[in-house]
């Protein structure tokens, strides 16, 4: 179920995102806009999240016997 979230901007802020959503524009509303930032900013903490436990499994000296081109045409 959806639920709302208030927040407060400064004057620049709210016209900048207004700004990005209105007519012509990709998104039709702010709400829209917001959205998708959080979406995307969630991707990017998940590929932090993958960067950083690889790291943590090199330094234990656990490697995949696969290279990353191995794994690349595997996809």
């Given at each position: 179920m959806p639920s709302s979230l208030n927040l407060s901007l400064?004057?620049?802020?709210?016209?900048?995102?207004?700004?990005?959503?209105g007519d012509g524009d990709v998104y039709a509303t702010p709400?829209?806009?917001?959205?998708?930032?959080?979406?995307?900013?969630?991707?990017?903490?998940?590929?932090?999240?993958?960067?950083?436990?690889?790291?943590?499994?090199?330094?234990?000296?656990?490697?995949?016997?696969?290279?990353?081109?191995?794994?690349?045409?595997?996809?």
């Amino acid at each position: 179920m959806p639920s709302s979230l208030n927040l407060s901007l400064t004057d620049e802020l709210r016209r900048y995102v207004d700004s990005r959503a209105g007519d012509g524009d990709v998104y039709a509303t702010p709400s829209e806009y917001i959205r998708d930032l959080i979406r995307r900013d969630m991707e990017d903490w998940a590929i932090v999240r993958d960067v950083c436990q690889g790291l943590t499994e090199a330094r234990s000296g656990q490697f995949a016997e696969e290279s990353i081109l191995d794994i690349l045409h595997e996809a």
